[in-house]
């Protein structure tokens, strides 16, 4: 029952999560950030424990690095790219 739970109170808290897909978009934004923006190291580390937290299904985790990352968009020169990943950072919401 507690393992039910648990299920539950993660599925509440993440309902707009489509793993796959969301997974596939954060893993080509890393891959455009990590090529373009050697000064965003701070960006990046926060976008990649999102993507651990997100592939953990621990949501509060998660939403908590997406929030740290948008506070640390202002690295990003590329205004395309921060485009994107601010995008995909609100969707998240």
Do not use: W
């Amino acid at each position: 029952m507690e393992g039910r739970l648990q299920e539950t109170t993660a599925e509440a808290l993440m309902p707009k999560v489509d793993t796959s897909k969301d997974l596939a978009e954060l893993d080509k934004l890393l891959e455009e950030l990590t090529e373009a923006e050697s000064q965003c190291e701070l960006l990046q580390e926060h976008l990649e424990g999102a993507r651990t937290y997100l592939l953990g299904a621990m949501p509060i985790e998660y939403g908590l690095s997406l929030k740290m990352a948008d506070e640390s968009l202002n690295c990003v020169s590329n205004r395309s790219l921060r485009a994107r990943i601010e995008h995909f950072i609100q969707s998240q919401e």
